[in-house]
């Protein structure tokens, strides 16, 4: 894997006036995973993939994958499609107490500490420390924001933890190069927004002063130096987000006070979370404006369920084709969502019919967390199987992947449900591309 020297250079281009980016993938999802590397190896350009704490973690996450299970899926891939591996860059996203924040406040400290050291030893070179949560036994839960000195105190800690991490690492990579790291938060807390209708409230431009300074102090008292000097980047929240049917596009006025601030911080760029769906104009003035780490997960396997369900609306318009069953993969996914309700129960308002809608089209993209599940995986390779020995006809391809029947057609394009699917998701690494290369 690579060291941290592409995002080290974007830093400094940043501050040379250059508006240079990265788009930062936050998917498990191999497709999507493939169609990064291979969209990079295209393009020539470096890729960044990070795991979230509840994802990996050292007890597994929801993916069932610990931080070395999730770096070796990611190698793998790159060896499968060919991409070098001195232009990976893996990241851990949120990486403290969040998935623990109900316990009590120590032993969730620790637990967060012990999942950021097995990120650092496992060779991670972009770590995001987050302890900007309340844990159990913290005043205020639910009535105001955490002290910014105790998540600043927390923050350091989890710091402390890292380095040990990468302390380990060099016993078995001795020219590895030390992480860098990526501090703060975005509003609302790690998961998204609940609500379509909840107000943004942009980052104040002394709250991410504050920030900076306590978190400077809190490193300094913990004997971490050079760790402070690896601090590359603060998470802020610009007014982007989007709910279920509903997108808060950046309006770059609105943060100008947040982005003129940056301009006083010579080592450090904005990260932005949950940039999905924004218009390439938007993602390019953001860019331009210092949020130069744009992170994106759920838009990709929101293309990700696109592509299948127009691959199930083909493989029915050719079941006089297929000999065996089809795959039924809608139907599929809708009794295993019912059944097994706890990913998109809590996210989601409304009717029946209204609950419907937005498990298959919700923009949150719940449907996200059920393409493991045994079932749907089985429902996803019978579809890919069935369709994988046809000649997808023209007139399918224009009526269903419209933006990829030329490029079939050229032979620019795979005519495969593999390469269809891949293809539908690369079109958002392109809309990021056009606004992270200047």
């Known amino acids: 894997m690579s060291s941290s020297r592409a995002l080290l250079d974007i830093v400094k281009k940043q501050k040379a006036g250059v508006p240079l980016g990265i788009c930062s ?14 969209f990079g190896l295209a393009k020539g350009l470096p890729v960044l993939i990070e795991a979230t704490s509840n994802q990996v973690n050292q007890y597994g996450g929801y993916t069932g994958m610990e931080p070395e299970d999730f770096r070796d899926l990611v190698l793998e891939l790159a060896e499968k499609v060919g991409f070098p591996t001195d232009q990976l860059l893996l990241g851990g ?13 120590e032993a969730a400290l620790e637990k967060g500490c012990a999942m950021v050291f097995a990120y650092a030893a496992a060779g991670y070179t972009k770590i995001h420390l987050d302890a900007s949560m309340h844990l159990g036994g913290d005043p205020g839960k639910g009535e105001r924001a955490l002290d910014t000195a105790v998540v600043a105190e927390r923050t350091a800690q989890l710091a402390q933890a890292a380095e040990r991490g990468y302390a380990e690492r060099l016993k078995d990579a001795p020219s590895a190069e030390p992480p860098v790291y990526v501090i703060g938060s975005e509003v609302p807390v790690p998961g998204g927004t ?3 209708h909840e107000e943004l409230s942009i980052t104040k431009p002394e709250d991410f002063r504050t920030t900076v300074e306590l978190t400077r102090e809190a490193f300094l008292r913990q004997g971490l130096e050079q760790a402070w000097e690896r601090v590359i980047a603060v998470v802020v929240q610009p007014g982007v987000e989007f709910g279920d049917q509903e997108i808060h596009l950046y309006e770059r006025e609105k943060a100008q006070a947040l982005t003129e601030e940056l301009k006083h911080h010579p080592n450090l760029v904005f990260e932005a979370h949950s940039t999905d769906y924004q218009l390439p104009c938007c993602l390019q003035q953001m860019v331009q404006d210092g949020l130069a780490i744009l992170k994106v997960g759920p838009e990709l396997t929101f293309a990700l369920r696109e592509a299948l369900f127009a691959l199930q609306h083909i493989e029915e318009e050719l079941a006089f084709k297929i000999p065996g069953e089809l795959s039924h993969l809608r139907e599929t996914v809708e009794r295993v969502m019912l059944a097994e309700p706890k990913n998109w129960q809590p996210y989601y308002k409304g009717t029946e019919e209204e609950l419907r809608y937005l498990r298959q089209f919700g923009l949150s993209d719940r449907i996200r967390y059920y393409w493991s599940h045994p079932k749907v995986a089985m429902a996803v390779d019978r579809l890919l199987a069935n369709l994988r020995g046809l000649e997808i006809p023209l007139p399918l391809l224009y009526q269903y992947f419209p933006e990829l029947a030329l490029r079939v057609q050229a032979g620019w394009v795979e005519n495969s449900p593999e390469a269809l699917v891949k293809s539908r998701i690369a079109r958002v690494y392109e809309k990021y591309l056009l606004a992270t290369q200047p």
């Open 93 to 105: 996203d949120h990486l403290g107490p969040n998935p623990w924040r109900n316990e009590p406040a």
């Open 25 to 38: 993938v936050c998917s498990a999802n191999r497709f999507v995973l493939e169609s990064a590397l291979e």
């Open 194 to 196: 609940q609500s379509d």
